[in-house]
């Protein structure tokens, strides 16, 4: 198996909802990654999380909260919102740090905040 | 930042010509590598270069390193209608733990 899955593909939310997005692979990656995307934009970087740590916060909001429950699965928990979060996001794994291989991507989930 | 810049921004050519894709960067790396992007879709791994490495080959894919330059380069050769993606160029970064994107490269193959 060598998917990252994410759920759900798309997502429409208040500013006043609270939801999370989803991220499983199975894999037996230890290094799972969240990005952001806007339109016609390269990814950017969120969060890291080494096994099941998180080692890197790009200076991201505290409106986004991830989290990882174990080495398969990772969360992204979102609260008050703004418009201008609507994006799309992804979720990757690789094996180990990035230096060592590449980064398998989930096919993301699209996110409109109203 | 130790985000690539990319270059150029769009290309667009016709069936059976090839596409080369320009990525340029800031700081030392330990790999570089390249993705395709689908429209809306997520990303697909093509390509990883080592530091030590000076080109490398894949299928109709053929990247090269200059370090002394800071810079790579994608070629697609005979290229297809289905080639028609963003193509960014990525390096790592803080140790290895961290891939940052270039600003990518929009194909367009036309048949």
């Known amino acids: 198996d060598t998917e990252v899955t994410q759920t759900p593909k798309h997502l429409v939310m208040g500013m006043t909802n609270k939801k999370s997005l989803k991220c499983e692979q199975h894999m037996g990656h230890r290094a799972m990654y969240w990005y952001k995307q806007k339109a016609k934009k390269p990814p950017e970087l969120m969060f890291v999380y080494s096994y099941e740590k998180l080692s890197i916060n790009e200076s991201v909001p505290s409106r986004f909260s991830p989290e990882c429950p174990n080495s398969s699965l990772l969360n992204l928990h979102l609260h008050a919102l703004q418009p201008e979060d609507s994006a799309l996001y992804l979720c990757?794994?690789?094996?180990?740090?990035?230096?060592?291989?590449?980064?398998?991507f989930g096919e993301g989930s699209r996110l409109t905040v109203l | 930042s130790q985000q690539g810049e990319e270059d150029p921004q769009a290309l667009s050519i016709q069936e059976g010509e090839n596409a080369t894709m320009n990525c340029s960067y800031k700081t030392s790396i330990n790999n570089l590598q390249w993705y395709r992007q689908n429209s809306g879709r997520g990303l697909v791994h093509l390509i990883l270069i080592r530091s030590n490495e000076r080109e490398k080959h894949s299928g109709r894919l053929r990247v090269t390193l200059d370090t002394s330059k800071k810079s790579s380069s994608l070629l697609i050769t005979a290229s297809r209608a289905a080639d028609t993606a963003s193509y960014f160029c990525?390096?790592?970064?803080?140790?290895?733990?961290?891939?940052?994107f270039g600003a990518g490269t929009i194909l367009r193959v036309k048949s």
């Open positions: 990525a390096t790592d970064s803080m140790g290895g733990n961290k891939l940052v």
């Open positions: 990757a794994s690789s094996q180990d740090r990035v230096v060592t291989g590449e980064l398998f």
